[in-house]
């Protein structure tokens, strides 16, 4: 059951019509039923649009979204009650209590009557809120407006919650609550996709993850599935003294060196993707002994999903 | 789906009455704007529809003379004529008319008539027997009245005492001579110069005050719906609501119904409580009274008419709009470009003739068209008809050109 495909993603591109470039470049992906999957990329790689497709807001321009048993069945076409979205935004109305916001909500999913109080009830318990259900959301902190944000999405008991960078902005103890509660929804069987600029999040919650840039899926694995296929690309060591300027400068001009970073006599070094075999790394090592500096410590390839990313996305600021 | 609609219907219902400064925006300033307008322009548009003035006559005559100043003056348009029941003392009518409880006060004195006659006589006959003082007649003037309406006032007197004077001659005469003329044949040497506008200005409406400013400031406040309802829909847009309710079962068609009603309540509460304050409040503070007409209840469809072309145009307003400071500052910019091509702040009857055919592309225009035929020409509802239409028509277009742009944005975010 649990390796059943949940969200089908087949051969689905979108173009806008202001752009020469696809947002989305015939993606193929397959989320499993009861997966906590993770979508990583840097701003403008193509998630939002990803996920716009998945929810249903955008049209794919060539390919074919399913979520759900029905995967015959065409994402335009599909109902939404088996999804929730937790956007980026608080999408609340601040004026209103939460309970307000929670049956307002509520309705516009169809539900009404005692089922819709028991669902407020539920979610407000499971987003701990019942103390402030009449309180209005402009009095709350970041942390409980995310709460509520959650609680929303909940509302009609979805079997995929699709949340958007759902911890901007809160504390560490809020953050650990959602954490806590998505851990829990995912051990309840509900089928979680995840966004997030902050890789240790990713790390902590998603069993999948997929890195997406440029449109295109560039990783997809588990964690240390990730780290594994990746372990080549990053050297990292320290010296007893510091790297002189005209080493450094030898070094980042080695052909496969995508980038070099000296501080505080540590160093790491980035290796570009296409390198094709292992003697950079005897390159890199006699141009540090012919310098008369002794290695105190070396670890090769991307120690956290943070280094990969870095690694597979490069450094370069983006729009 | 009707749970969806009452539960859309309540949740804007609660941002607008939680608002307070789209209250005081929707509700407050309006009213404040008739009460002020209203009193002030109150003598500006007494001018506008024909000055009146009010007018004791104390007529101590028995007589023709008597009798014929008063006709004068009661039969000119220009007068509101009060003859008292008992003769007041001239201290008494003095003072009055100093305090400004008339403008002007008539004295026709005792044996008027009489006097004139023996007078008329002496002139005729030489004999001094019949030789009277020349009958005077006093009038009392408002210190605050404007000079050139003293002027008028004593030029129409004076005329009235001469024509009256000219008659008791020719009368005279006619008894010498024998003549069987009777009074009413007598000839007429010049004819009477006619106001040329006189029939033109009768089929203008002429508001009062009131009728101009309750209606005028009332339609405003009715579109000024533009700033929360457009601001309310730019924010969900950008606060990521509508992304939700996409995702979710109810249709956008139930959310924008969802506000259409409530606002739709909210302008008939504003043009009932304005109407209201003209009619009850106005009079209490020295003011007009608000004149409805005969036909009030023709008021209902053309401000459900207004409703919709208000409502309208702030959802194309929001549609078009990326901020809600955006939605604020544009809705409200063009509200007052509306109400002042309309006529709301400048009476449209004061306008240069090329402005008053301006005005007809505004909404506003047509709205305060519609209150003024019923208040003022006393239409019905077949009498609007035009000017519902219109409005509808207005709204309708808005209502589209709003709900495609909108489903563009949503569909292409």
């Known amino acids: ?319 | 789906m009707f749970n969806m609609l009452k539960a859309a219907v309540i949740k804007e219902t609660r941002i607008i009455f939680r608002d307070i400064e789209a209250l005081a925006i929707l509700f407050v300033l309006p009213a404040a704007f008739v009460l002020i307008m209203s009193l002030a322009l109150q003598d500006a548009f007494r001018e506008q529809a024909g000055i009146k003035f009010s007018m004791l006559i104390v007529n101590k005559d028995k007589g023709e003379v008597g009798k014929s100043l008063v006709d004068a003056f009661v039969e000119s348009h220009y007068f509101d004529v009060i003859i008292p029941e008992s003769l007041p003392d001239p201290e008494t009518i003095d003072r009055e008319t100093n305090e400004g409880k008339y403008q002007f006060a008539l004295v026709i004195p005792e044996k008027a008539t009489s006097h004139a006659v023996e007078n008329s006589k002496y002139l005729l006959t030489g004999l001094k027997k019949y030789k009277k003082d020349a009958v005077e007649i006093k009038l009392y003037v408002d210190p605050a009245i404007r000079g050139d309406h003293r002027s008028v006032v004593l030029a129409t007197l004076n005329r009235s005492i001469k024509e009256i004077e000219n008659t008791i001659i020719v009368e005279a005469i006619g008894r010498r001579s024998g003549s069987k003329s009777k009074k009413d044949d007598k000839p007429t040497l010049f004819s009477e110069v006619k106001d040329p506008f006189e029939n033109r200005i009768s089929d203008k409406p002429s508001p009062t005050s009131v009728q101009q400013n309750a209606p005028g400031w009332g339609l405003l406040a009715m579109f000024f719906l533009v700033i929360p309802l457009a601001g309310t829909l730019v924010r969900e847009r950008s606060e990521g609501n509508l992304l939700r309710l996409q995702t979710m079962a109810a249709p956008i068609s139930i959310l924008l119904a969802g506000k259409i009603v409530p606002y739709f309540v909210v302008n008939q509460i504003q043009i009932g409580l304005i109407l209201l304050e003209g009619v009850y409040l106005l009079p209490l503070l020295g003011g007009e009274k608000l004149e409805m007409g005969p036909h009030p209840e023709a008021i209902i469809p053309l401000s459900f008419a207004i409703s919709f072309a208000a409502i309208g145009y702030g959802l194309m307003v929001a549609a078009f709009c990326r901020t809600a400071e955006q939605a604020t500052s544009f809705g409200a910019t063009s509200i007052l470009i509306l109400g002042a091509l309309g006529g709301i702040m400048v009476p449209k009857i004061v306008m240069p003739p090329l402005m008053q055919e301006i005005t007809v592309f505004s909404p506003m225009s047509w709205g305060l068209d519609g209150f003024l035929a019923i208040f003022v020409r006393g239409a019905d509802i077949s009498g609007i008809l035009l000017e519902v239409g219109v409005m509808l028509a207005f709204g309708f277009i808005c209502l589209t050109i709003g709900i495609i742009r909108f489903n563009y944005k949503l569909t292409h975010a």
């Not at chain 1, 202001?18 to 998630?47: H, M, Y």
């Not at chain 1, 321009?61 to 015959?72: E, K």
């Not at chain 1, 929670?102 to 819709?116: D, E």
């Not at chain 1, 998505?182 to 240790?200: A, D, P, V």
């Open chain 1, 1 to 319: 059951m649990e390796d059943e495909e949940f969200v089908a993603v087949r051969k689905v591109s979108k173009m806008y019509s202001n752009s020469k470039l696809p947002a989305v470049d015939n993606i193929d992906l397959s989320i499993r039923q009861g997966s906590f999957f993770g979508l990583l990329g840097p701003n403008g790689a193509g998630k939002t649009t990803l996920l716009s497709m998945i929810c249903g807001l955008l049209a794919p321009t060539s390919g074919s979204i399913s979520i759900g048993p029905d995967s015959a069945k065409n994402r335009q076409s599909q109902d939404n009650s088996l999804l929730g979205l937790i956007p980026q935004e608080l999408a609340l109305y601040p004026t209103l209590t939460a309970g307000e916001n929670l049956a307002f909500f509520g309705a516009m999913q169809g539900l009404s009557g005692v089922p819709l109080k028991n669902r407020i009830k539920t979610c407000l318990e499971i987003t701990k809120l019942v103390a402030r259900v009449n309180d209005k959301v402009e009095n709350f902190s970041g942390g409980l407006k995310r709460r509520l944000n959650l609680a929303i999405g909940l509302l009609h008991e979805p079997k995929l919650l699709v949340l958007d960078e759902p911890t901007v902005g809160i504390d560490p103890q809020s953050r650990n609550f959602i954490f806590d509660s998505l851990r829990q929804l995912n051990n309840e069987g509900m089928t979680l996709i995840y966004t997030t600029h902050y890789m240790e999040e990713a790390e902590q919650l998603c069993d999948d993850i997929a890195i997406i840039d440029s449109g295109k899926i560039i990783a997809r694995g588990t964690l240390d599935e990730l780290l594994h296929d990746n372990q080549c690309q990053s050297i990292l060591f320290r010296t007893k003294n510091p790297l002189p300027s005209t080493l450094i400068e030898k070094i980042s001009a080695l052909p496969f060196v995508e980038k070099i970073t000296s501080a505080n006599n540590k160093t790491e070094i980035l290796i570009g993707n296409n390198t094709p075999d292992n003697n950079f790394l005897a390159d890199i090592l006699d141009s540090i002994r012919n310098a008369g500096l002794d290695i105190t410590s070396l670890t090769m390839g991307a120690t956290n999903l943070e280094q990969l990313f870095l690694q597979l996305t490069g450094t370069q600021l983006r729009d």
